[in-house]
């Protein structure tokens, strides 16, 4: 059977994974390829890396950083953040990453996926959606979630499947950085919408969180940066966690 | 000197690493005369059927790679593995290499497609060096699977279905799979392969 995939998430800036997507107060917590290679030798299934730089110069930095990775690291991994056009594409996935992920640059112009699915494969692209709930239904936010597109998350959610998606990163700007756990209710509404694997991120504070958005939908993989960088709970102690609930992991 | 066939068929540097990584000399290249001189040939590759076998007719590679396939240790990665077989229908009805008997056709499952992530491999009695991977999760990406006969099955995963996921006939391998990203495990089943056609 398909083991539910543990996946922790390196925020980059300026070639440092940085602690939180807030810009404010950065703390620099390490080099990315170490961070990435131990998270992979801990167990995670895959590595994410966001790349938060605000500059041009800096984002050049993230395709280094690609290709070091993509040599020392030994589990697939997705480049997100700042990846606007088939060029940038080009570039992450040249340099050795597996994935791309597109986040605000799809909305503006939708046809991002499509061209992106036909030119890489859909198992390349990631679509990134970060949803807000707003009276009875989930809003596409974009701008690190503080932008309102006032697009109904669910319904962009199958419009990127149809344009050749193969996995969506759904995170919850509701819940991220509460640490209470996955929003569940938003997990399910586009879990039982799509065909294509979702990653459910944002709310991470335990390993059994892990385990209760596995347990109460269909969630493909799990997402979370905080409680592996602060050495708050192991990539191992997370897949115990599963494990002890009956659900299937990978142990490294 | 291990060769990998350099199609423009997705990234290869991952692929070229784990061979590395096994102390092995590794080249990239589609230049006959350097595929002529290599100890085992690699054919990976990422995108659809069709694509593939449009680039190995475009850059001439067709025929020597199953002339090299009669003599050479030969394993095929992903949609590499996909084109050892008869034909494919991904992107319309394509003739593949045909150097093991099968089609590769959309996995016919209930479960989410692509079939992303790490699954467990279940496998036969065919190579029982091969046994050892048995349970062993290994990491897979792809919508496209071959359906062959099982005396040509080293091993299946199951998604709904019984997927192939590793397959010989005589020198030729192919692998469905990612090995170069299936951690510790994959290195291992790279290694188990060049083990194995020494034989």
């Not at chain 1, 294509?196 to 944002?202: N, T």
């Amino acid at each position: 059977m398909i083991a539910k995939r543990i996946i922790p998430c390196l925020d980059v800036k300026d070639g440092k994974v940085v602690k939180g997507t807030n810009f404010i107060g950065l703390r620099e917590l390490g080099d990315p390829v170490e961070m990435a290679k131990t998270y992979s030798e801990a167990g995670a299934d895959e590595i994410v890396f966001l790349d938060i730089s605000a500059t041009h110069e800096a984002r050049e930095t993230i395709v280094d950083i690609v290709k070091e990775t993509a040599r020392n690291v030994h589990v697939p991994f997705t480049v997100g953040g700042g990846v606007r056009s088939i060029d940038d594409m080009t570039r992450l996935l040249q340099a050795g990453a597996d994935k791309v992920g597109i986040n605000s640059a799809a909305v503006t112009d939708p046809q991002l996926i499509t061209a992106g699915a036909t030119r890489f494969g859909s198992q390349c692209i990631v679509v990134a959606i970060d949803a807000k709930k707003v009276a009875d239904r989930w809003h596409v936010m974009t701008h690190g979630g503080r932008k309102d597109t006032g697009i109904d998350a669910v319904e962009w959610a199958q419009e990127a499947e149809q344009r050749g998606a193969g996995e969506i990163l759904l995170t919850s700007v509701d819940t991220d950085g509460v640490k209470n756990g996955f929003d569940l209710a938003l997990t399910e509404a586009i879990v039982k919408v799509v065909r294509i694997p979702v990653i459910a991120s944002g709310g991470v504070g335990h390993p059994d969180h892990f385990a209760e958005v596995f347990d109460a939908t269909n969630v493909s993989a799990g997402l979370a940066a905080s409680i592996f960088h602060e050495n708050t709970y192991t990539i191992q102690a997370v897949k115990a966690a599963c494990k002890a609930k009956g659900v299937i992991v990978r142990e490294a | 000197m291990i060769a990998i066939i350099d199609y423009g068929m997705g990234n290869v540097a991952s692929v070229q690493t784990a061979f590395e990584n096994l102390g092995y000399q590794v080249v990239l290249t589609d230049d006959h005369a350097t595929l002529r001189k290599a100890s085992h040939i690699i054919l990976p590759g990422v995108g659809s059927f069709q694509a593939a076998m449009d680039e190995i007719e475009a850059r001439d590679l067709k025929q020597i790679l199953i002339e090299l396939a009669e003599t050479k240790p030969f394993l095929g990665i992903c949609l590499g593995m996909q084109l050892l077989f008869t034909e494919g229908t991904e992107g319309g009805l394509t003739k593949g290499l045909d150097l093991i008997p099968g089609s590769v056709d959309r996995i016919d499952t209930t479960h989410l497609l692509p079939h992303i992530g790490w699954n467990q491999l279940q496998v036969t009695d065919l190579v029982p060096s091969f046994k050892a991977f048995n349970n062993e999760f290994v990491y897979f990406v792809h919508t496209f699977a071959a359906n062959t006969m099982a005396k040509y099955i080293v091993a299946t995963a199951n998604y709904g279905v019984e997927v192939t996921a590793i397959v010989r006939k005589g020198n030729v391998f192919g692998i469905q799979f990612h090995p170069e990203k299936s951690a510790t495990i994959g290195g291992e089943i790279l290694k188990t392969f060049l083990e194995e056609v020494k034989k």
